[in-house]
T-cell receptor, first 112, second 114 residues
Framework: NAGVTQTPKFRVLKTGQSMTLLCAQDMNHEYMYWYRQDPGMGLRLIHYSVGEGTTAKGEVPDGYNVSRLKKQNFLLGLESAAPSQTSVYFC???????????FGQGTRLTVV | AQSVTQLDSHVSVSEGTPVLLRCNYSSSYSPSLFWYVQHPNKGLQLLLKYTSAATLVKGINGFEAEFKKSETSFHLTKPSAHMSDAAEYFCVVSLHQAGTALIFGKGTTLSVSS
């Protein structure tokens, strides 16, 4: 019973490098989300998707891109990492917009 | 526009005393409201949710919250704190609209002393 799985769990990047975070859910949820968590800021929405092939910007989308080619996967990309993107990233999914969201365990990203 | 404000960034209580974590929301529409808990270095777990049924909502681990539309509040309470309740708590709002996402408050850190 996997739920929401994020890979990798930890990563250190150099400034300017690129990477992709993968989120996979096995609950057939329509909605998927990427958040970043910083001390004192709560979770801020980066991008989200309301279904396969669709994406939308959240509160803090700059410097990130996403894709949802398959319903079960939601990818978050950093094209040119910056130290300001050092954060803990959480993926979540829900069946409907107002439904309970299930979260992954998080990815701790450090950009040096 | 919708938003959620957690009125206290840090709350400290003694074990066995009541817990009150305050949350106010603003929304043009009838919202769904949630409380999530995050223990250190862990993911987020749902405590309880309000979706326009009973205004007093009971959650896990003895927590409950009351939706007060007139005060636009959704405060989280527990009669008697336990050491294991020490964590960060997030109030979350969602609209009854397709194409929207969950909006988080900035969180309240609950400390419990013996």
């Amino acid at each position: 019973n996997a739920g929401v799985t994020q890979t990798p769990k930890f990563r250190v990047l150099k400034t300017g490098q690129s990477m992709t975070l993968l989120c996979a859910q096995d609950m057939n949820h329509e909605y998927m989300y990427w958040y970043r968590q910083d001390p004192g800021m709560g979770l801020r929405l980066i991008h989200y998707s309301v279904g396969e092939g669709t994406t939308a910007k959240g509160e803090v989308p700059d410097g990130y891109n996403v894709s949802r080619l398959k319903k079960q996967n939601f990818l978050l990309g950093l094209e040119s990492a910056a130290p300001s993107q050092t954060s803990v990233y959480f993926c979540a999914s829900s069946y409907v917009a107002t439904g309970v969201a299930f979260f992954g365990q998080g990815t701790r990203l450090t950009v040096v | 526009a919708q938003s959620v404000t957690q009125l206290d960034s840090h709350v400290s209580v003694s074990e066995g005393t009541p817990v009150l974590l305050r949350c106010n929301y603003s929304s043009s529409y009838s919202p769904s409201l949630f409380w999530y808990v995050q223990h250190p270095n862990k993911g987020l777990q749902l405590l309880l949710k309000y979706t326009s049924a009973a205004t007093l909502v009971k959650g896990i681990n003895g927590f409950e919250a009351e939706f007060k539309k007139s005060e636009t509040s959704f405060h989280l309470t527990k009669p008697s704190a336990h050491m294991s309740d020490a964590a960060e708590y997030f109030c979350v709002v969602s609209l009854h609209q397709a194409g929207t996402a969950l909006i988080f408050g900035k969180g309240t850190t609950l400390s419990v002393s013996s």
